[in-house]
């Protein structure tokens, strides 16, 4: 049996396409490779961590590893499924929150939750700070000395959100405890080894032939 190149895994083959327009592909080809994910942990972890009592969930009836069909339950308006590898599932959704338009990013791994975000767009620097101390009166009683350019909030489950503020402001909601990211590992070190290999017979072959 001829086994299918790793770096093809996370190629979105799947849009369907009534949706086929430059929102949707603009959005997977963010994800289209694994080490999109792995960007996001690097990003994660390079941040310093603070710790919130509280739990971090999508909602208090959505958690972490919760199904697709709940989340789909708890979202009240259009959707659009996007399959992506054979075990992972992205749901892309436009809401509003607070009155701000955002984009709603859920990623399942063997259908449970394991990583969402919201995205927005054209923020003045005070929305952004409005947002921001949202977050923190919710999770860390207004703490004065947090920042999320250099802090991630960590709830005692292994649940991680953090902030990226560059093209656009987005914050991540990941739980790094999910089997996903032991895959990714995986992955990873498989691609590492093709890798030296690669390397390994280059050389090879300019010892042979220089």
Do not use: W
């Not at 959505?62 to 709940?70: G, P, R, S, V």
């Not at 093709?194 to 010892?207: C, N, P």
Request: charged share 25%; glycine share 2%; proline share 2%.
């Amino acid at each position: 049996m001829i086994k299918k190149p790793i770096t093809t895994l996370f190629n979105y083959k799947t849009l369907y396409p009534k949706y086929e327009h430059y929102y949707y592909r603009n959005i997977l080809k963010m994800y289209d490779k694994p080490e999109t994910y792995s960007g996001l942990v690097d990003l994660c972890l390079n941040k310093k961590e603070v710790l919130t009592s509280k739990e971090i969930y999508f909602s208090s009836n959505l958690k972490f590893n919760y199904t697709i069909k709940k989340a789909k339950k708890n979202i009240f308006s259009k959707r659009v499924t996007i399959k992506k590898i054979e075990n992972t599932t992205i749901l892309l959704h436009k809401t509003r929150i607070g009155g701000y338009p955002a984009k709603l990013v859920m990623h399942f791994y063997q259908n449970n939750l394991f990583l969402f975000n919201y995205t927005f767009s054209n923020l003045s620097n005070n929305d952004k700070s409005i947002i921001k101390n949202v977050l923190k009166e919710k999770y860390l009683n207004n703490n004065t000395q947090f920042s999320f350019s250099k802090n991630r909030i960590v709830d005692s489950l292994g649940n991680h959100i953090f902030i990226e503020d560059d093209v656009y402001f987005t914050i991540n909601y990941i739980s790094l405890t999910d089997d996903f990211f032991k895959m990714l590992n995986n992955i990873k070190e498989e691609l590492e080894i093709k890798k030296k290999v690669r390397k390994e017979l280059h050389k090879k072959e300019l010892y042979n032939n220089l």
